[in-house]
């Protein structure tokens, strides 16, 4: 089984031509980075996705795609109104977009919280069909994101069930917050987020508290019981894509810790180091459970 890191380079400005980029893309590739993670509504793409291809391409890093179907990098007051033809029309018109950097993982935020669940089900039964016009079937992943459809475990679990070939990518420290609970220790939630995660094929390995979106200090112990509810949450992830797709699964990850207003002013570190830091550990972790895995 295969375990990709990708960093994310949110909080991390492009620069002219991508000149900053251009700079840190050779660290990464070091630190043991496969790739980098990109929301490309911060770039232009007539201008930047060429240059973009071109420095991954003589780092050796790969490329993941962040992509929003709508509120494009969250500016201003939301769009009122947009329904799920509309965001289907800049689902299509993205991933047509996107498809000429040659990612590995594409992953939305998708849809709107304001829906009813019938309408965020007829988005995503649409994003399907987009996908298989494009030739992206199982391509795309779709983000546990506050503001958007799969907002709640609940919402999630209800498309999921009308939508089964969706597949998600798990940023639970959404949820956590959003509850203000531990995601798996009453009998209920653990029944919920078992259903959510045989769906799950790229994790956004965010450890969030009940009261906050990032943790700033991953390792203090007075994280530990979330930090622990996480670890559990990830295991069982690592262990349905092994058991639905063998011993050549895959499984993508991004240890994703974002700038201020993510993380709290006065750390001990920054965002970028305890990033950097997670994914390092994580990969060991994720590593172990994966070769547990083949050799059990």
Excluded at 3 to 24: C, E, F, K, T, Y
Excluded at 264 to 270: A, D, H, M, Q, W
């Amino acid at each position: 089984m295969k375990v990709d890191r990708l960093r994310s380079v949110w909080g991390i400005a492009p620069g002219p031509n991508l000149d900053n980029w251009a700079q840190l893309f050779p660290y990464l590739k070091k630190q043991g980075y496969v790739g980098v993670e990109v929301d490309i509504h911060g770039i232009v793409p007539e201008r930047d996705f060429p240059r973009l291809r071109e420095i991954c391409d003589e780092t050796g890093l790969e490329i993941g795609a962040m992509v929003h179907s709508s509120w494009f990098m969250y500016a201003g007051p939301r769009p009122v109104g947009l329904k799920a033809d509309d965001h289907l029309r800049n689902y299509s018109e993205l991933l047509q977009l996107v498809k000429q950097l040659r990612p590995i993982t594409i992953n939305f935020q998708s849809g709107e919280d304001a829906w009813d669940v019938e309408e965020s089900i007829k988005f995503y039964q649409g994003t399907l069909q987009v996908d298989k016009e494009l030739g992206l079937t199982g391509r795309v992943t779709h983000e546990t994101h506050r503001n958007r459809s799969l907002f709640t475990p609940y919402a999630t679990r209800r498309i999921l069930e009308a939508v089964p070939q969706l597949r998600i990518t798990a940023d639970f420290s959404h949820w956590m917050v959003g509850l203000e609970r531990l995601l798996d220790i009453g009998e209920g939630d653990r029944a919920m987020i078992d259903a959510v995660i045989p769906h799950v094929y790229h994790i956004h390995a965010r450890i969030g508290t009940t009261q906050a979106s990032q943790c700033p200090e991953p390792l203090n112990p007075v994280f530990e019981e979330e930090r622990l509810c996480m670890e559990r949450i990830w295991t069982k992830i690592i262990q349905s894509r092994f058991k639905q797709d063998g011993p050549d699964s895959v499984i993508t990850f991004v240890p994703e810790y974002g700038p201020f207003p993510y993380h709290p002013i006065g750390s001990s570190k920054t965002h970028g180091q305890v990033a950097d830091e997670e994914g390092v550990r994580l990969q060991g972790l994720f590593e172990g459970i994966a070769e547990g895995l083949v050799k059990a």
